[in-house]
T-cell receptor
Framework: NAGVTQTPKFQVLKTGQSMTLQCAQD?????MSWYRQDPGMGLRLIHY???????DQGEVPNGYNVSRSTTEDFPLRLLSAAPSQTSVYFC?????????????FGPGTRLTVT | QQQVKQSPQSLIVQKGGISIINCAYE??????FPWYQQFPGKGPALLIA?????SEKKEGRFTISFNKSAKQFSLHIMDSQPGDSATYFC?????????????FGKGTKLSVIP
């Protein structure tokens, strides 16, 4: 199993550009989520999904869009990048949709917006 | 609003010593408390977790102590080793309330010096 994979590993964007961060998992997990990690801020939930076709907002959803067309994939779209979105982004998945189960994290995407 | 407060922000411990990281929460609906370990350049990984029906859980050198009345829980690393140097995050989830959202503390950077 590859686990949770994320692409790209690094990305530099100019303000106003859009892009999609890719996330895939091969563990047949129903629950997937996106976090951003900023120094001194911990991990903050952006969006999550409890199954194909079902998504919901987390703590910091503004400026981001998600969709879940398959169990395996959960892409995160930046609609119009801003310097405040400079961060490290982690995708995670879990077998349990009720929470309380181990979340498996991907290796992260380091995004810089200039 | 920060629902899980973690301290200290950073910790330096000598090899063989005990590392202690503390977390406090307000939401009494939280019923699942995991700790995640993150090495530089990697995604977080589940280290150990506890539910409030027990006051302590031990796995090898890692122990979670839980005080339900004080709404506090802590991670103890016995016989700390340089390989334990990492950032540690506590988290909490209200799984019984049907929540899917893990709330993370801001993290503690642990350095174990030889």
């Amino acid at each position: 199993n590859a686990g949770v994979t994320q692409t790209p590993k690094f990305q530099v964007l100019k303000t106003g550009q859009s892009m999609t961060l890719q996330c895939a998992q091969d563990m047949n997990h129903e629950y997937m989520s996106w976090y951003r990690q900023d120094p001194g801020m911990g991990l903050r939930l952006i969006h999550y999904s409890v199954g194909a076709g079902i998504t919901d907002q987390g703590e910091v959803p503004n400026g981001y869009n998600v969709s879940r067309s398959t169990t395996e994939d959960f892409p995160l779209r930046l609609l119009s990048a801003a310097p405040s979105q400079t961060s490290v982004y982690f995708c995670a998945s879990s077998y349990s949709t009720a929470g309380g189960g181990e979340q498996y994290f991907g290796p992260g995407t380091r995004l810089t917006v200039t | 609003q920060q629902q899980v407060k973690q301290s200290p922000q950073s910790l330096i411990v000598q090899k063989g010593g005990i590392s202690i990281i503390n977390c406090a929460y307000e939401n009494t609906a939280f019923d699942y408390f995991p700790w995640y370990q993150q090495f530089p350049g990697k995604g977080p990984a589940l280290l150990i977790a506890i539910r409030p029906d027990v006051s302590e859980k031990k796995e090898g050198r890692f122990t979670i102590s839980f005080n339900k009345s004080a709404k506090q829980f802590s991670l103890h690393i016995m016989d700390s080793q340089p390989g334990d140097s990492a950032t540690y995050f506590c988290a909490a989830l209200a799984s019984g309330a049907g929540s899917y959202q893990l709330t993370f503390g801001k993290g503690t950077k642990l350095s174990v010096i030889p």
